[in-house]
């Protein structure tokens, strides 16, 4: 064995080593039978060729098991998720010699949270350009040619568009995941070069940034909302198409609202839980509309009353 075939081995190992305990504990959370391996269990410094490649199989057993969903609930709220683990991870999946559907999905998320774990916390969009994403990336992708193919010119334009977007409904309605997933599938093996990842990365995280501001901005329209209805005297809200019930208490709306901050704070969430908000700020702005208009026309009719009473002399008709 030479010692490049030496290194790699090594690296091969290390990338095992760091995977083990971490797709171990993936499994015990979502119940997944995964065969024990000694040598991983142990941590043998200084492994067989044998077990090297034994390690190499049951990591792509374990991959086959795995559903993407399952991989972004888990790294998105345990401990392990650490900047190691995710470079690990990006190592193992973009170095495989076949790669699958699942794995390009995998990658392209783990892309996304090995950018956030390593970029400053605090960045303007305008900063994150190509060459601080390819910076960024470089332990993971190396150095590469970062120059844009026409190909890949959309995202720019679904980015622009997302910005314009006033609410998650706005978001969802103008289909631009969609239309970005659909450019990302379409790409092949493309997907797998430098650039076409560097530039996943960028989108992604940048309509990550996008989603989040207008869920809070979501959020905080429907506690004003809630409010103002408080201050109209409204008490219960038809909230049947946001799964509540047809006279859902005010209160109980706003506490579920104050709950929801917490959970958003998350990087994962249900889509479920989505469609309730954005169906519940529906259901906010039509009570609204109806209280609102409720209320000009008591105060028209309290007009007509008042015009009567001067016309006539008074309330009693006495001058």
Request: net charge negative; with cysteine.
């Amino acid at each position: 064995m030479t010692s490049v075939d030496t290194n790699q081995a090594s690296a091969e190992w290390r990338i095992a080593r760091t995977l083990y305990p971490l797709y171990t504990a993936l499994a015990r959370e979502f119940v997944i039978d995964l065969p024990a391996f000694s040598d991983l269990e142990t941590g043998v410094d200084v492994p067989s060729q044998e077990s090297i490649d034994q390690a190499e199989q049951w990591l792509l057993g374990v991959d086959r098991q795995i559903q993407v969903h399952q991989l972004r609930q888990f790294l998105q709220t345990t401990t392990l998720s650490s900047e190691a683990a995710l470079a690990a991870l990006l190592r193992h999946h973009i170095g495989k010699k076949e790669r699958t559907d699942s794995d390009r999905d995998k990658i392209d998320f783990l892309l996304v949270q090995f950018f956030s774990h390593s970029a400053p916390p605090r960045m303007e969009d305008a900063e994150v350009n190509m060459e601080f994403v390819g910076k960024v990336l470089r332990p993971v992708l190396g150095e590469a040619d970062l120059s844009i193919p026409e190909w890949l010119a959309p995202l720019d334009a679904l980015i622009l568009e997302a910005n314009r977007c006033t609410s998650l409904n706005t978001l969802f309605t103008s289909r631009i995941i969609e239309r970005g997933r659909k450019v990302k599938t379409s790409a092949g093996a493309n997907f797998f070069t430098p650039v076409a990842m560097a530039s996943f990365t960028r989108f992604s995280f940048l309509m990550r940034r996008v989603f989040f501001r207008l869920m809070h901005q979501d959020l905080n329209a429907i506690l004003d909302g809630l409010r103002e209805l408080e201050q109209r005297g409204v008490t219960t809200l038809d909230c049947r198409k946001a799964q509540f019930s047809a006279e859902e208490p005010v209160e109980r709306l706003r506490m579920i609202c104050h709950s929801w901050k917490v959970m958003f704070q998350a990087e994962y969430s249900s889509g479920q839980a989505l469609a309730m908000l954005v169906d519940l700020r529906t259901a906010v702005e039509t009570a609204l509309t109806k209280s609102g208009a409720g209320k000009a026309k008591a105060a028209a009719a309290g007009a007509e009353v008042a015009e009567f009473e001067v016309s006539s002399g008074g309330a009693d008709g006495s001058n």
